[in-house]
């Protein structure tokens, strides 16, 4: 048995963030769980730039922006496994592992923050008909094989799908020489950040055609082409709209899911709407002591904020340790709840009396909205409205929340609507 006084699974932006702020706010001993064999995660691969505008005030590559942070990991003294699978999460926050050098062993831990990120939808997601020839990858495969491996996955490109990795492979994969001769998206707007399709598809003349959808996958051993539709306002294909694209590889960018295996066996309470477990304003689930953060709890739009918000996860995870911030049974709570055309709203749960300076909802519109506003209400009555000149579902909105808008709340439910 090892013990450690907080023990982070996921080495990747969110679980930096949160072991490093964790470690400034007292904790002396902090542990990262990360399965592969070096930190850093999916900012490896990330070769463009754009991060760290926001917390570095800075335009910095992904490997980059990673090792800002592992540096300042290796200089608080924070402990890596890498290479170390964690296999399970037990009610007392003993952490299952196994790796080449420890075998099979635990982790006892005063606190646990899950940071393992999220995953791609795969072509079994998708139920697209046609047969399996080689030449489809989820985006971020792709990006993996060009940036860190060196290998062109193909010459002759679609792209199904436009979040934001399938958007940079676009420009990425162009720049390498290759054709992308167009990118599909279901639905009647793009899933990616505006700055990424003007940058990635508008400035290299990428089609993006709206509304359409890959319906058939053809060749034998490697794909040959594929046979592209246009979608009805219920994402049905329209007769006679069929379209034969001449193409050797297919990249899927539909979609990011977070990875929640260990969350859902540790019996923690999940969130349909996001994938990930339900939280409450400090970022600590369900089951006490265990906290998340970053793309476990939701897909974000932009790496700053997953800092962001981990860092609260890994202040909140010190103070819990040093016995400052406890399960209150008489503490009020707060429930968010996703209104007219938002999709969700994060944390779930208000306890008003931790609220900090910092605290903030995060909720994402279902469709597009121009000079609308956002609009909170309990018990049926407008306690807070915000002017959002234009919103997007790429993009994620937020409201600061202050002990003075709570105490307006009446009821135990606040509402986030849009309206125009």
Known sequence: MIETDLAVIGGGPAGLAAAIEARRN???NVTIIERDREPGGILQQCIHSGFGLHIMKEELTGPEYADRFIRQAGQLGIDFRLNTMALGI???REVSIVNSYDGATAIKAGAVILAMGCR??????LNIPGTRPAGIYTAGT??????????LPGKNIVILGSGDIGLIMARRLTLEGATVKMVCELMPYSSGLTRNIVQCLHDYDIPLALNHTVVGIHGTERLEGVTVAQV??????????????????????????PENELTRTAGIEMDSATGGPAVNESMETSLEGVFACGNVVHVHD????????????????AQYIAGQRGKNKDARVLFTVAGNDVSYVVPQRIRSEYVQSESKLFFRVKREFRQAKAVIRSNGETIYTKNVLRAVPGEMESIAISSDLLGRVKGRDIVISMER
């Open 302 to 317: 932009l790496v700053d904020n997953v800092s962001r918000e981990s860092m609260l996860a890994g202040r909140c995870a």
């Open 232 to 257: 009805d306002t219920e994402r049905r294909p329209i007769p006679g709209t069929n379209r034969y694209i001449e193409c050797d590889t297919l990249l899927l960018s539909v979609g990011l899911i």
């Open 26 to 28: 007292g904790v002396r």
């Open 142 to 151: 792709a990006q993996r094989l060009v940036n860190m491996d060196g290998y």
């Open 90 to 92: 037990s009610p007392n």
């Open 120 to 125: 791609e939808r795969t072509r079994g997601a």
